[in-house]
């Protein structure tokens, strides 16, 4: 809901972004007649009769206005809280997109009660407020008649993204049901279990392991190389099991925000150190699992206390948290988190965080539907959608127009608290994947800005499944492809602007998200190698790598020697889901076999990625495949007549 004007009450939807308010017809008790946009479920954030409101204002006298309003109610008895954050830059408020979802039936309940001067009102800072109140339809009326504030809203609530706290969410037994099952799991100690219950129960290893989805988004490729530039990278969450075996801990940098009356450094749900550990666990100490930056000399971790440990928080919490992130020096900022419908405030606040030269990512929801989900959805952010371990599409991951890009999100094993590891489900396993590759990219070309990492990532990203939610380019279930931390660093070698387009000041003006946020690049024609001489032909080999390349070989042999020539071989290969070519000298025509390997024995399509290859001579396809076990052997051509004694 929003309010009109000094204390006039009136229900208005948002309308498109960047945009003029669309004419509406006002029925006869004051309110406005049109939809909400399709966006998740709105959840207020408050405790019994204290609520949290975001007071935008324009310039610091305003903010004085606010701070005197406050006075004034504590001075008449009145509960009372304010707390100032004041951004770099004033920004311009927005409302919503337009969606064309129908949200027909939906009660006040659900909508997020707020009044908006007008669009692109100017806001330079905004106030928490804390109050207690029976009437806040009158509170918001009378804040927004304070001689320059631009937006007043509700707080609402946001929670962590695994499949499972949403199921939870949405069927039986309630959170407060799942937050038990959280922590009684977690409290649960080696002293209670014999050891093979533990090892079982928690998925402890004796070797280190490597999950599946840190193959699949080539983050291998780059760590042979030399940093430049150590990133500073923030996990907003439930925090951070700074005692865990596998993790970096303060002798490593590692330092954090406390919240809630929680610790930072202290994970009492177990979903901070999760999507920690993706991005972060130490590899090659042989044990537990490794992640996409597994050298903690590297990197090095801030962790903000943006929900608490019973999984949920505010939205104004976890902008406080982002707020230490930066301040710290955080350039990536990892929120495998969300909840409720766009906030003006919360928009101007991100994009004044992109100005600064900070990505932001976010887990794009796991309601399985179109609806927007935010923080994600902002423009200023990278909406993660989820794909499974043969890079489909996760049943659960929310489809729409902000979706930017996939990366592993099903099954996802990682760190949880107590020395333990555990495979859970949801976007928010796939956005520490994206944030980690953006970390391991920026140590490598910290020259280039946020929205060149950014868009450099997209650009290179693989292409996904065939399949019918899968359409060249962009589209609404995994963006514009699943993300490649190799081609993202090959792709960068060229140049920040080359990879990643040119810069704009402010930065956000070039950040805009999901289907819009890049121009699909045309695909350049490879330069031709010269004709062969006579009836001689090139053979081309073409090798489209499943999710783990490392394990495919192949030769190609002239049978028509006696011992065979060898003459083309290549593998194995680095980068997973990406298409090789291989061309020969010129050769004549003859009898020659291919033979291709995989060392795991399970082909290169169609278990774990879409693998093929094809084999040409000349303009002519001589071999073709994917699925086979542990090699498929093709023989094709003939030798030419022999000599008669």
């Not at 908006?116 to 029976?134: C, H, K, N, R, Y």
């Not at 928690?202 to 988004?217: D, F, K, Q």
């Not at 902002?378 to 890009?405: D, L």
Request: net charge negative; hydrophobic share 30%; charged share 20%.
């Amino acid at each position: 809901m929003m309010f009109l004007s000094n204390g006039t009450i009136g229900r208005l939807s948002l309308v498109a972004l960047a945009a003029s308010a669309a004419i509406r017809t006002v029925s006869a008790d004051g309110l406005f007649t049109d939809k909400d946009p399709l966006m998740f479920s709105y959840e207020p954030y408050d405790s019994g009769n204290t609520k949290t409101l975001l007071v935008s204002y324009r310039d610091d006298s305003a903010h004085e206005n606010v701070v005197d309003y406050t006075k004034k109610m504590k001075g008449a008895g009145r509960q009372v809280k304010e707390k100032n954050h004041k951004l770099k830059k004033a920004h311009k408020l927005q409302r919503a997109a337009d969606s064309s979802g129908d949200k027909k039936g939906k009660s006040d309940k659900d909508r997020r009660l707020r009044w908006l001067q007008e669009d692109q009102a100017i806001m330079a800072g905004f106030s928490v407020l804390e109050l207690e109140t029976d009437d806040l339809k009158a509170e918001i009326a009378a804040l927004s008649a304070i001689e320059g504030v631009t937006a007043v809203e509700e707080d609402s609530m946001m929670h962590i993204m695994s499949l499972e706290y949403d199921q939870k969410l949405r069927g039986g037994g309630g959170v407060a049901e799942h937050i038990r099952e959280i922590q009684d799991a977690i409290s649960t100690t080696a002293d209670e279990l014999p050891e093979e219950d533990v090892e079982v129960q928690h998925g402890r290893r004796l070797a280190e392991e490597t999950p599946y989805g840190i193959n699949m988004v080539n983050a291998s490729h780059v760590w042979p190389e030399t940093p430049l530039a150590n990133i500073k990278i923030c996990v907003v969450d439930t925090g951070y099991d700074i005692t865990h075996e596998d993790l970096p801990t303060a002798t490593d940098g590692v330092a954090g925000f406390d919240q809630y009356g929680d610790l930072w450094n202290v994970d009492g749900n177990g979903h901070g150190t999760h999507c920690a550990g993706t991005i972060g666990a130490i590899g090659g100490n042989g044990i537990g699992v490794t992640s996409v930056n597994p050298d903690p000399s590297k990197f090095t971790f801030y962790i903000g206390k943006g929900l608490s440990d019973s999984g949920s928080g505010s939205s104004s919490g976890v902008m406080a948290a982002v707020q230490a992130c930066v301040n710290n020096g955080a350039k990536v900022i990892s929120m495998s988190l969300g909840g409720g419908g766009y906030s003006t405030t919360e928009n101007g606040f991100y994009e004044d965080i992109y100005d600064q030269d900070v990505l932001i990512v976010a887990a794009a929801g796991n309601r399985g539907n179109s609806a927007l989900g935010f923080p994600a959805s902002y423009p200023s952010v990278m909406s993660v959608a989820s794909v499974t371990s043969s890079g489909s599409h996760s049943s659960f991951s929310q489809w729409n127009t902000q979706v930017e890009i996939s990366a592993p999100g099903s099954d996802v094993k990682s760190t949880v608290p107590g020395n333990n590891y555990d495979t859970y489900s949801g976007t928010s396993m796939a956005c520490p994947h994206v944030a980690g590759v953006a970390a391991l990219l920026w140590s490598h070309f910290p020259e280039c800005k946020n929205n060149q990492i950014r868009n450099a990532m997209i650009y290179s990203s693989n292409e996904p499944p065939s399949d019918s939610k899968n359409t060249p380019g962009w589209d609404k279930y995994y963006g514009w492809g699943t993300v490649n931390a190799g081609n993202a660093y090959e792709l960068l070698k060229q140049g920040c602007e080359f990879a990643g387009g040119p810069i704009s000041d402010p930065l956000h003006e070039l950040a805009l998200g999901g289907r819009d946020q890049v121009q699909p690049q045309p695909t350049p024609a490879p330069t031709p190698a010269p004709p062969c001489p006579g009836a001689q032909e090139r053979f081309e080999v073409q090798i489209q790598t499943d999710n783990y390349p490392a394990e495919t070989t192949w030769t190609l042999t002239d049978k028509c020697e006696s011992d065979g020539v060898l003459i083309l071989s290549d593998g194995p290969y680095g980068s997973p889901g990406t298409l090789f070519s291989t061309i020969s000298a010129c050769v004549d025509d003859g009898q020659y076999e291919f033979k291709i390997n995989d060392s795991y024995g399970d082909g290169v399509c169609c278990g774990y990625g879409q693998g093929s290859y094809e084999v040409k001579f000349g303009t002519v396809v001589k071999a073709s495949g994917g699925e086979f076990g542990s090699s498929e052997t093709e023989i094709f051509g003939t030798c030419g007549p022999t000599t008669p004694p």
